[in-house]
């Protein structure tokens, strides 16, 4: 596969007024369409609309992995290493309070970098960075 096209997802969040803080103002998202039940985004390139459902909130568990416990559900974006360690300094830098706090795990191989943040709607978002963040990279055995 020679590219990659970008994605879409709906996910639901209680206030629009404290997911485009989030989303806007600390990861710097673009915002599209906006109203008083939505908003659209273009997180890195890939479209998500945060849809208002004020009676639910998101299924909490995790798995655990080599080193850590990981939240699931959870979603994200892949990134070259470059511009990962930008956002994560941006983020430390604002204070930002981690669910995982950045870090390189995997050493070797299928070295990554990954932190973990969750907005204030308890939707969890993974942020990789790799060397090489292809997809052969990405679906390479571990």
Known sequence: MASTS???LAFTVRDIGETRAFFGGLLGCAEGFVSDTRVDFDFFGNHLVAHVRRDTAPVAGNIQTDEQRIPLP?????LDL??????AERLRGQGTKF???P??????????????LTD?????FEFK?????TPAQLLARR
């Open 6 to 8: 970008p994605f879409h």
């Open 129 to 133: 960075g790799l060397k090489d963040p």
């Open 103 to 116: 870090r390189v795990r995997g050493k070797g191989a299928h070295e990554q970098a990954v932190m973990f």
């Open 120 to 124: 204030p709607s308890g939707n969890t």
């Open 82 to 87: 470059a511009a990962w360690e930008t956002l």
């Open 74 to 78: 959870h979603f994200g974006v892949i």
């Open 99 to 101: 669910l995982l706090e």
